[in-house]
């Protein structure tokens, strides 16, 4: 049996519909599960880690078999090597900081290499935080300190449901990153379960699509993504673009980084080191059009990009689908822009936006 692979087959009836499943994931990433509410997303994870004691089928983890209900196999979770982060972050009261962490490295998993006390504090950003009691946590600073707990317990796989969904929008922004390098730094494969396409476009490599039970789409997360942004009207419309770090310039404060064939500007990446790959997240909001290169202006990217597709949004709005290349970036304009312009599949135009309104993670 393959390593690096996850595959299983699960069925599970539920009160309005029946868990059927049968995928096959590389472990080489994230990937995000996305879907209505109540299709079966968090019914999937908890399948994976052991919580669903009524499923019947088979769960096979790089290459160990954690479930096969014919041969009567059922792994209980602690004995799958996995690691579950939920919406709470669930730390001990009665332990501080230290105590919650130091409790996780014990237990930590023995089939598992154990990750580095020190690198992990270090990445999730808590060290000021280690003598706190947990009462004197804001909600970011628990999450922060659940999932380095979970980390600490050496986990071959890491389930996420919904981390982020009780926090602010600032407090998610300023965790993402770090679970995003993490996976970088530590290769840890992750499913993660999420309403949020922001959150999915930020950390989720690949995408499965669950509706009623069952998986109806599987791909790489940018091209599915962009594909949901045609479907429905989205208050935020974004793409998610893989790009590749090519230099800094520490005069400007700006990094060139690769799109396909585009070089962009961005604000200054100082931990990436050149060649490095990184996720870039934008905003539709943030692009305008022109049928010509701009001359002289403060805006640092404009490219050549082709019009793939559009949509009309509502009353006011039309969402086109610009191709780069390979990859494809969504940008949102007023009607009557696409009106004056005289808009059309297949033109060619010129796609404009600061290097401020590039996000990379």
Not at 11 to 25: A, G
Not at 85 to 97: K, S
Not at 217 to 245: F, M, W, Y
Request: with cysteine; proline share 5%.
């Amino acid at each position: 049996m393959d390593n690096n692979i996850l595959q299983f087959t699960l069925d599970l009836p539920r009160d309005h519909f029946h868990i059927s499943l049968d995928q096959s994931l590389a472990l080489d990433g994230i990937w995000g599960v996305m879907g209505s509410s109540g299709c079966g997303k968090t019914s999937l994870l908890r399948c994976l880690a052991g919580l669903e004691t009524g499923v019947q089928g088979r769960i096979i983890c790089n290459g160990r078999t954690w479930l096969d209900s014919e041969q009567g196999i059922f792994l209980p979770p602690e004995q799958r090597g996995i690691g579950y982060i939920f919406q709470e972050a669930r730390l001990f009261p009665h332990l501080n900081v230290t105590g919650n962490l130091q409790f996780a490295r014990k237990r930590a998993n023995p089939n598992q290499a154990a990750l580095s006390f020190a690198d992990i504090i270090q990445q999730m950003g808590i060290g000021h935080l280690l003598e706190r009691t947990v009462d004197k946590l804001s909600g970011g600073e628990k999450q922060r300190v659940a999932i380095a707990r979970t980390l600490l317990n050496a986990p071959s796989l890491l389930l996420m449901d919904e981390p982020l969904a009780s926090l602010d929008w600032p407090s998610r922004l300023s965790i993402m990153p770090c679970l995003k390098q993490i996976q970088r730094e530590f290769k840890i494969p992750v499913v993660f379960v999420s309403h949020s396409k922001e959150e999915v476009a930020r950390l989720a490599d690949s995408l499965l699509l669950m509706h009623q039970g069952q998986v109806i789409e599987k791909g790489i997360c940018r091209h599915l993504l962009n594909r949901l942004e045609e479907q429905d009207n989205s208050d935020q419309p974004l793409s998610a673009l893989d790009a590749t770090v090519l230099k800094h310039d520490p005069h400007y404060g700006l990094t060139t980084i690769q799109v396909d064939q585009h070089r962009l500007y961005a604000g200054q990446l100082n931990s990436r080191p050149t060649g490095t790959p990184v996720r870039v997240v934008v905003p539709a909001s943030e692009i305008s059009l022109t049928l010509e290169p701009l001359q002289a202006s403060s805006i640092q990217n404009c490219i050549p990009v082709h019009i793939a597709s559009l949509q009309k949004q509502g009353h006011h709005h039309v969402l086109l689908s610009l191709s780069l290349g390979e990859q494809e970036l969504i940008c949102q304009i007023t009607r009557k822009s696409f009106d004056t312009l005289q808009l059309s599949a297949g033109n060619t135009v010129f796609a404009c936006f600061k290097a401020s309104g590039l996000e990379v993670l």
